[in-house]
């Protein structure tokens, strides 16, 4: 049987083999192949849904629920509509923690411009230089 290791999985993508073997064991994985001794052998779509699997739980989404999206997917084309409607309902969420985000930045780049004026204002009246950051 072809496919990849644990090992050259978890190499590839950065996950640990703790970690793949735990999406296994939760239902994330459920095709993984086995080899005649019965060691794991992931396949090209194993890695495609580990991929997925990644990208969901960076951006936010439970576990729990890229289960269901998971188990939804088994049941075939019938479920393409819920599971787009999960994904929709998670880029919406993504979409509002972005915006957040983009405004805390702001914020963060405010209050640099802020103390960095009141700091130069400081060292001039002391006699002293800055070295700005550019990083």
Do not use: W
Not at 33 to 58: N, V
Not at 73 to 102: A, N, P, W, Y
Request: aromatic fraction near 8%; charged fraction near 30%; proline fraction near 2%.
């Amino acid at each position: 049987m072809g496919g990849y290791s644990i090992k050259q999985v978890a190499e590839m993508t950065g996950l640990s083999s703790p970690t793949l073997r735990y999406y296994e064991k939760e239902g994330l994985l459920p095709n993984v192949g086995r080899s005649m001794g019965g060691r794991r052998r992931f396949s090209d779509e194993d890695l495609e849904a580990l991929e997925l699997i990644c990208c969901l739980k960076s951006t936010g989404m439970p576990i729990k629920t890229i289960k269901e999206f998971v188990a939804l997917s088994l049941k075939g084309d019938e479920t393409l509509k819920i599971r787009c409607e999960m994904l929709f309902r998670h880029k919406k969420s993504v979409e509002e923690q972005l915006e957040m985000m983009c405004r805390h930045l702001h914020k963060v780049n405010c209050k640099i411009a802020y103390f960095t004026a009141r700091y130069d204002a400081y060292q001039k009246k002391h006699g002293q230089t800055m070295q700005t950051r550019t990083d």
